[in-house]
């Protein structure tokens, strides 16, 4: 049962566009969601978070939207730059999980073209 | 600050051989401590977790074991190698409280021939 999904395995944009990464979860019980950048042969690196009591987190480029009610989150990269070209994974975990478990997605693949 | 450390980068293993990654966590005590694999294409799957010493939580049964000896220490261990064990295994950590990030090593390329 894939808890946590990102429907889209790859995303092209333009440079200094805007970059839409999705992703969606089935367990109610998730309050805290977090996106993480990966390079290959690299692990990844937390970007940035979002407690379920927020619809909404910004830092720098990057924005996190939340919609609890569709079960759905989203990453925002505005303007996106070729370095951004990584694979982004969404990540949720429920407040009291024993040892704070995070459950991923299958991750999307952006490629940001100069 | 904190860094995390996870050695070899890549390994190369035959079928049945025995396996051991290592990874330790610097600057924080009393970390949670988990182990990912990425097969190819694929997710991040939790393989194994721990919150202290002595204490791991299995997520899926397997060909692999992992032990915890010392508080910033956590290895991976398997006796005898399958072909199905290849993957890029990571290693995190995180403080042990809600809301938590997880940091994530290097990683460890392993090719089981």
């Known amino acids: 049962d894939q808890q946590v999904k990102q429907n889209s395995p790859s ?93 991923f997605g299958e991750g999307t693949q952006l490629t940001v073209n100069p | 600050s904190q860094t995390i450390h996870q050695w070899p980068a890549t390994l190369v293993q035959p079928v049945g051989s025995p396996l051991s990654l290592e990874c330790t966590v ?30 791991i939580s299995s997520e899926v049964p397997q060909n692999l074991s992992a032990s915890r000896p010392q508080d910033r220490q956590f290895i991976l261990s398997s006796k005898k190698l399958l072909l199905s064990d290849s993957g890029f295994y990571l290693c995190a950590w995180s403080r042990g409280v809600a809301k938590n990030i997880q940091y994530f090593g290097a990683g460890t390329r392993l090719s089981v021939l």
């Open chain 2, 26 to 55: 610097e600057g924080t005590s009393n970390p949670n401590l988990y182990w990912y694999r990425q097969a190819a294409g694929r997710g991040l799957q939790l393989l194994f977790y721990s919150v202290g010493i002595g204490q």
């Open chain 1, 11 to 103: 995303l092209s944009v333009q440079e200094g566009r805007i970059s839409i990464l999705n992703c969606d979860y089935t367990n109610s019980m998730f309050d805290y969601f977090l996106w993480y950048k990966k390079y290959p042969a690299e692990g990844p690196t937390f970007l940035i978070s979002i407690s379920s009591i927020k619809d909404k987190n910004e830092d720098g480029r990057f924005t996190v939207f939340l919609n609890k009610s569709a079960k759905h989150l989203s990453l925002h990269i505005v303007p996106s730059q070729p370095g951004d070209s990584a694979v982004y994974f969404c990540a949720a975990s429920a407040l009291g999980t024993s040892g704070s478990r995070l459950t």
